[in-house]
């Protein structure tokens, strides 16, 4: 499967830009999102991928996506549905999170199309862009690895560096591990982690986050939207997915998949 | 008993490549340990000098060139890290780098110590990661491998990292069948919880038939090494030594597992070791079959 890097030269790429993470089938949530987006004016949305999983209606992310004319790259999840993979290669150890990202992953395959699996795999894995002579790189979890965990306390600035040198690039949006954080690093490279849309960020806040990159400006902003997640929660219920799924909607508090969070990460968690 | 492949194999033996240097090891306490597990891949004890302490300044210089290469995570183990007196500072410099993981049995963390440690992770950017190795839900099954008392002193440490608002990762061998995996690891969190540590985080390692194991079960035989036909296709980000290194008072060696063997020491700095390795050894064949890592 190839999938090449997407390059895109427009002008819209110097108004505010929208970097919307994994959505995780949670419909509510991604819309209360594209809707904030839209209202504060944004010239163009990105999606990070991973848009299946955990949530209750897979099926309707990429319509949603279409009708807000999101341009999206692939995340692993994505790219497992495309390949019939048997699991969404987050590979987990504990036999509890294990039991969790089966039940997701196979939940989420079912609702799966064909025709969607088959969008899945002409996703780009990366997205570039030069916007005021800074070269922007779009990725789902590293520049060089689709599945690599970018953890605010787990990642050095050494190695951040070095990624950014390598990715031949000096802003940086990524997302696959829920948690939003940015940082500037002393070389003037910059990483921004846009979190997720579909899953709170594990601070006992129910409500959606997305990053918002103003114009003129690099310094990204992380907003919050509030949207009806006890709905979504009921909607997990209904469809006998695992409970604590809905508490984690519920709670804004991570219930399941803890262990891959580092020590400073996990601690912050009520979990 | 065959230890090692007969050098007829090495010529043979695919080569792994240096993908990114990503982790670097330390052998901060050389081979020496106030224990001597029976299962210990490296022989480690009271009394194993084959590598030894290393200096703050030693390790510091070190440090200046991983992070100039660039390195995402530090690891600092033994022997029984804490039986280097400079430990304190060391992990104080690693951890204005990069996270850190520190690998110990415990049993010489008391709470004055564990406070000590929370106060370095609390003022740290990166996160700081502590394991401990345990390898017996009871004292009748852990202290037979990792000797008499062991258990208790062990648990104890466990204890007072968890009072001091630590997240100790319990690192246990497998030193049961993989069919009464899943039930053990189950046990291990359950081991955990009964301790009053709510959030259990557990890792299995497998048995490398090396070092002290080879006389507690059997070494490797000498058909458990790695051809060609095994890594055809093979994802080589799967095995640790495509992205690590460790370091030793003796140099810098290709792995955690091989620091006995003087074929696995590649250099004197990290620069000098920035290229492919032979896995020529039948531990090698222990990471392909179990895709295990010693990373956290
Ligand atoms: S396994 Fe660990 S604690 Fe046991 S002897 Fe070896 S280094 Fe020491
Ligand atoms: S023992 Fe494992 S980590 Fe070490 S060189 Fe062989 S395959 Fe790599």
């Given at each position: 499967?190839?999938?090449?890097?997407?390059?895109?030269?427009?002008?819209?790429?110097?108004?505010?830009?929208?970097?919307?993470?994994?959505?995780?089938g949670?419909?509510?949530?991604l819309?209360?999102?594209?809707?904030?987006?839209?209202?504060?004016?944004?010239?163009?949305i990105?999606c990070?991928g991973?848009?299946?999983?955990?949530?209750?209606?897979?099926?309707?992310?990429?319509?949603?996506?279409d009708?807000?004319?999101?341009?999206?790259?692939?995340?692993?999840?994505d790219l497992a549905?495309?390949?019939?993979?048997?699991d969404?290669?987050?590979?987990?150890?504990?036999?509890?999170?294990?039991?969790?990202?089966?039940?997701a992953?196979?939940?989420?395959?079912?609702?799966?199309?064909?025709?969607?699996?088959?969008?899945?795999?002409?996703?780009p894995?990366?997205?570039?862009?030069?916007?005021?002579?800074?070269?922007?790189?779009?990725?789902?979890?590293?520049?060089?690895?689709?599945?690599?965990?970018?953890?605010?306390?787990?990642?050095?600035?050494a190695?951040?560096?070095?990624?950014?040198?390598?990715?031949g690039?000096?802003?940086?949006?990524c997302?696959?591990?829920?948690?939003?954080?940015?940082?500037?690093?002393?070389?003037?490279?910059?990483?921004?982690?846009?979190?997720?849309?579909?899953?709170?960020?594990?601070?006992?806040?129910?409500?959606?986050?997305?990053?918002?990159?103003?114009?003129?400006?690099?310094?990204?902003?992380?907003?919050?939207?509030?949207?009806?997640?006890d709905?979504?929660?009921?909607?997990?219920?209904?469809?006998?997915?695992?409970?604590?799924?809905?508490?984690?909607?519920r709670?804004g508090?991570?219930?399941?998949?803890l262990?891959?969070?580092?020590?400073?990460?996990?601690?912050?968690?009520?979990? | 008993?065959?230890?090692?492949?007969v050098?007829v194999?090495?010529?043979?033996?695919?080569?792994?490549?240096?993908?990114?240097?990503?982790t670097?090891?330390?052998?901060?306490?050389?081979?020496?340990?106030?224990?001597?597990?029976?299962?210990?891949?490296?022989?480690?004890?009271?009394?194993?000098?084959?590598?030894?302490?290393?200096?703050?300044?030693?390790?510091?210089?070190y440090l200046?060139e991983?992070?100039?290469l660039?390195?995402?995570?530090?690891?600092?183990?033994?022997?029984?890290?804490?039986?280097?007196?400079?430990?304190?500072?060391?992990?104080?410099?690693?951890?204005?780098?990069?996270?850190?993981?520190?690998?110990?049995?415990?049993?010489?963390?008391?709470?004055?110590?564990?406070?000590?440690l929370?106060?370095?992770?609390?003022?740290?950017r990166?996160?700081?990661?502590?394991?401990v190795?345990?390898?017996?839900?009871?004292?009748?099954?852990?202290?037979?491998?990792?000797?008499?008392?062991?258990?208790?002193?062990?648990?104890?440490?466990?204890?007072?990292?968890?009072?001091?608002?630590?997240?100790?990762?319990?690192?246990?061998?497998?030193?049961?069948?993989?069919?009464?995996?899943?039930?053990?690891?189950?046990?291990f969190?359950?081991?955990?919880?009964?301790?009053?540590i709510?959030?259990?985080?557990?890792?299995?390692?497998?048995?490398?038939?090396?070092?002290?194991e080879?006389?507690?079960?059997?070494?490797y035989?000498?058909?458990?090494?790695?051809?060609?036909?095994?890594?055809?296709?093979?994802?080589?980000?799967?095995?640790?030594?495509?992205?690590?290194?460790?370091v030793?008072?003796?140099?810098?060696?290709?792995?955690?597992?091989?620091?006995?063997?003087?074929?696995?020491?590649?250099?004197?700095?990290?620069?000098?070791?920035?290229?492919?390795?032979?896995?020529?050894?039948?531990?090698?064949?222990?990471?392909?079959?179990?895709?295990?890592?010693?990373?956290?």
């Amino acid at each position: 499967m190839t999938n090449p890097d997407l390059v895109l030269d427009d002008p819209a790429l110097e108004g505010p830009l929208a970097f919307v993470g994994g959505p995780y089938g949670n419909d509510r949530a991604l819309r209360a999102v594209l809707d904030d987006a839209m209202r504060r004016g944004a010239a163009r949305i990105f999606c990070l991928g991973d848009l299946g999983g955990f949530g209750p209606h897979p099926e309707r992310i990429l319509p949603l996506l279409d009708e807000f004319e999101v341009t999206v790259l692939a995340g692993n999840y994505d790219l497992a549905l495309a390949e019939r993979r048997g699991d969404c290669g987050c590979g987990y150890t504990h036999p509890d999170d294990n039991r969790f990202a089966r039940v997701a992953y196979a939940y989420t395959s079912r609702r799966t199309s064909d025709a969607d699996r088959a969008r899945f795999g002409t996703l780009p894995r990366h997205i570039r862009f030069t916007r005021e002579g800074v070269r922007y790189l779009l990725c789902h979890g590293s520049p060089r690895r689709v599945n690599e965990f970018l953890w605010d306390s787990a990642s050095s600035d050494a190695f951040l560096e070095r990624a950014a040198r390598d990715a031949g690039a000096d802003q940086i949006f990524c997302s696959h591990t829920g948690l939003h954080w940015q940082r500037a690093l002393p070389s003037g490279a910059r990483f921004v982690n846009a979190g997720a849309a579909g899953r709170p960020a594990n601070d006992g806040r129910p409500d959606a986050w997305y990053a918002w990159l103003p114009a003129d400006s690099r310094d990204a902003e992380f907003l919050a939207v509030p949207y009806d997640h006890d709905a979504v929660a009921e909607e997990i219920e209904r469809e006998g997915l695992p409970p604590e799924f809905a508490r984690t909607i519920r709670t804004g508090w991570w219930t399941t998949c803890l262990e891959i969070l580092p020590a400073k990460e996990r601690l912050r968690g009520r979990h | 008993m065959e230890r090692s492949p007969v050098p007829v194999l090495a010529l043979r033996a695919p080569k792994v490549p240096l993908l990114s240097l990503d982790t670097v090891w330390f052998q901060v306490a050389g081979t020496l340990c106030n224990l001597a597990c029976r299962h210990c891949f490296i022989s480690c004890g009271p009394g194993n000098r084959s590598h030894e302490m290393m200096s703050r300044a030693e390790v510091g210089r070190y440090l200046v060139e991983a992070a100039d290469l660039g390195v995402k995570d530090l690891y600092f183990t033994g022997g029984e890290p804490f039986l280097n007196r400079e430990l304190p500072g060391i992990l104080e410099d690693a951890l204005r780098i990069a996270p850190v993981t520190v690998l110990t049995n415990a049993t010489l963390i008391d709470d004055r110590r564990a406070e000590e440690l929370a106060t370095l992770s609390r003022g740290a950017r990166y996160s700081f990661e502590v394991r401990v190795s345990l390898d017996g839900l009871t004292p009748d099954t852990n202290d037979p491998i990792r000797g008499e008392g062991s258990f208790r002193t062990t648990i104890r440490g466990v204890e007072a990292l968890h009072r001091a608002g630590f997240l100790p990762i319990l690192t246990v061998a497998q030193t049961w069948s993989d069919e009464e995996d899943a039930a053990l690891r189950e046990r291990f969190h359950a081991l955990l919880l009964e301790l009053g540590i709510t959030r259990p985080r557990v890792k299995v390692l497998p048995l490398f038939r090396v070092g002290r194991e080879t006389e507690r079960t059997r070494g490797y035989a000498p058909d458990e090494v790695l051809t060609e036909e095994h890594v055809l296709g093979y994802d080589f980000w799967n095995l640790q030594c495509s992205t690590s290194r460790m370091v030793t008072s003796r140099g810098v060696f290709v792995c955690p597992i091989l620091i006995d063997h003087p074929a696995a020491r590649m250099g004197s700095t990290l620069a000098e070791t920035l290229r492919a390795f032979p896995l020529a050894h039948g531990a090698c064949h222990t990471c392909w079959a179990t895709g295990a890592s010693c990373r956290n």
